[in-house]
């Protein structure tokens, strides 16, 4: 009823802007990257044509990478980091999302409200809201000393200084980056248990097992993709971060590869080195994101039609 | 521990409210408490911090970790020594550049999003694959390498593009188009086409078609996108800070980094409040529309589809 060029032309404004602002972006880093720097002026000359490219600062980077160079330690503490913090969001969001989707019948409603509510509140404001907490004197400082559960972080090797938590502790940041994080990990999380069939769990108890062994062979792997899902949501964003650990801490000691990126473009300028971390940032996460990919086709292909 | 061992009755009653609470909390046959505890705990984990930092901006002193009483100073005031809210002019000047910033950005986002998830749902021909994959991209993109990437984008190769109001815009857009066409093309399979076959068979021309049928089967959709387009552009940080252009480009996410990273004061809690409410508001706005439009269209349980949907 329409006439055929009607959606690829409404197609085509967006396609325009995303190749524009979007695509051609990612050609501009290769560009730089690849290119060279000015010797007096400093700043970065890029290189167009590929047969020019140089591939000199891209090595560099990539001999630091390694074992014993100084992008080792930051991307080992970032991927360190990073899993941590998943492992938190996953102890902690597996069991609210299971029993939101599972048991909470009256409250339900008011749950996911909540639980959506820090969607919608500045992250750099739920930021600024423990460096409150956590400044000398605040609130759960205080709470903390006088539980003296800082003593027993201290005395656990956790924290350095039971005294000082936004003064370049790994602890602050990765709690920061759980506190951060977490709600996008949740909710796709719910989503995926939500759409489960009761009926599978009462198969499996009427032929006799246990709760424990239902959850484990019917809901943990029916909920897989939501758990890879919400793992993707936060791990890719994490990779990138580098605001968290400078509000918290914004010591050298805790800084990840988003803080490498953002000292070669905002401290001492030096876009050329800034530009090849960000590419091989990227084709690390575009690999992470294949292997999800991957990952995913095979659950839908595994699945009886 | 000890005075529990001094006397013996306290020991017992101890012991029977640690028992009660166990059983409680570990009833097999209930439900299973330790996931309701463990619940309410994330819960007030994850908005209590926010609460006092709400409350410390009212705070009748500088600080930020004592209460010493309830004042609006740090957002009214006009005296010079304050740098309220409503007054000093970096406080004002990073809402307006957010309130701009966030504007201009539904304003060209939702349009746009609206005709790209129109086209990706319906064009079956070369390259709507293609475009269906790169709308994916800014969704899972990390904030720093977009931008890093329109960073060096408009100083290398768009260098008509100043830094500052157009560089932030452009970049807002290029990571809301997608927030529109994922939840403008979800809201278009659920209406399905045979309300615009209907249309046709009746004889409505394709204009007629598009606009008094599929338009207002859209608009709820629409109004949605919009105000999730208008809460994630309050809440960039990062695209704001690559692409501005010095202090008069600071929006007020990046006031409140800069804060952090100096001294924070009540009134940075204060600004942080008041973008919070202007974005609920947004929101609630935007689902209170929803609701409102699509009335009577699902049944039980399409609330917390739309919370849930709200949160993308």
């Known amino acids: ?305 | 521990m000890s005075q529990a061992v001094a006397t013996g009755r306290t020991t017992t009653q101890e012991f029977s409210t640690w028992r009660r609470l166990r059983g409680w909390v570990g009833n097999p046959w209930g439900k299973p408490r330790f996931l309701v505890v463990i619940t309410w705990t994330y819960i007030v984990w994850s908005i209590a911090p926010v609460l006092v930092a709400i409350q410390f901006s009212f705070n009748d002193s500088r600080s930020l970790t004592v209460w010493h009483g309830f004042t609006t100073k740090w957002y009214t005031s006009t005296s010079p020594a304050i740098n309220s809210v409503f007054h000093d002019p970096g406080l004002r000047g990073a809402l307006q550049q957010s309130m701009k910033l966030a504007f201009l950005d539904v304003v060209i986002a939702t349009p746009i999003g609206v005709l790209l998830a129109l086209g990706l749902a319906r064009w079956r021909g070369r390259g709507s694959g293609g475009a269906n994959f790169l709308m994916l991209f800014p969704l899972v993109t990390p904030e720093i390498v977009m931008g890093v990437s329109l960073l060096l984008l408009f100083s290398h190769l768009l260098t008509v593009v100043p830094f500052g109001t157009p560089a932030q815009v452009l970049g807002h857009v290029t990571f809301s188009i997608s927030y529109v066409v994922v939840i403008v093309r979800g809201r278009l399979f659920s209406i399905g086409r045979s309300y615009e076959e209907a249309a046709a068979d009746l004889g409505a021309a394709p204009a007629v078609a598009l606009y008094r049928v599929l338009f207002p089967l859209l608009l709820p959709a629409i109004v949605a996108s919009a105000a999730i387009v208008f809460a994630i552009s309050i809440d960039d940080f990062v695209i704001s800070q690559w692409l501005s252009n010095g202090a008069n480009t600071t929006t007020v996410p990046m006031t409140i980094y800069n804060a952090t990273r100096a001294t924070p004061q009540p009134s940075t809690d204060g600004i942080a409040t008041v973008i919070m409410v202007i974005t609920l508001a947004a929101v609630i706005g935007g689902v209170l529309v929803f609701r409102f439009f699509t009335r009577g269209e699902g049944g039980r349980g399409s609330a917390i589809d739309d919370v849930a949907g709200f949160g993308i």
């Open chain 1, 1 to 305: 009823m329409y006439p055929r060029w009607l959606w690829p032309a409404f197609a085509l404004p967006g396609v325009v802007w995303l190749l524009i602002l979007f695509v051609l972006p990612f050609y501009a880093v290769v560009g730089v990257a690849f290119g060279s720097v000015d010797p007096i002026l400093l700043t970065a000359v890029p290189a167009w044509n590929p047969a020019q490219w140089n591939f000199g600062w891209v090595t560099q980077v990539l001999t630091e990478l390694q074992p014993g160079g100084i992008y080792w330690d930051v991307f080992v503490r970032t991927l360190e980091y990073v899993l941590l913090s998943l492992a938190g969001c996953v102890l902690i969001g597996y069991p609210v999302a299971y029993y939101i989707s599972r048991h909470a019948s009256r409250t339900k409603s008011l749950l996911l409200i909540l639980l959506v509510l820090p969607f919608w509140i500045s992250y750099l404001m739920r930021m600024l809201a423990w460096i409150n907490l956590l400044s000398p004197g605040g609130y759960a400082e205080r709470f903390l000393s006088a539980t003296h559960i800082n003593d027993l972080l201290f005395h656990l090797g956790v924290v350095s200084d039971p005294n000082n938590y936004l003064g370049g502790e790994s602890f602050t940041v990765i709690i920061a980056l759980i506190y951060g994080y977490i709600p996008y990990f949740i909710l796709p999380l719910y989503a995926s248990l939500d759409r489960i069939d009761r009926s599978h769990l009462e198969a499996a108890r009427d032929l006799g097992a246990s709760p424990w062994r239902a959850f484990l062979h019917v809901t943990l792997p029916l909920s897989r993709t939501g758990l890879l899902g919400g793992a993707v949501l936060i791990v890719l964003p994490m990779f990138g971060d580098y605001y968290t650990p400078n509000i918290v801490s914004g010591a050298p000691t805790t800084s990840m590869i988003g803080n490498q990126i953002d000292l070669y473009f905002h401290g001492g300028p030096q876009p050329t080195i800034g530009a090849a971390i960000t590419i091989l940032l990227s084709l690390f996460l575009v690999l992470l994101m294949g292997y999800y990919m991957w990952t995913i086709h095979r659950a839908s292909r595994d699945l009886p039609a």
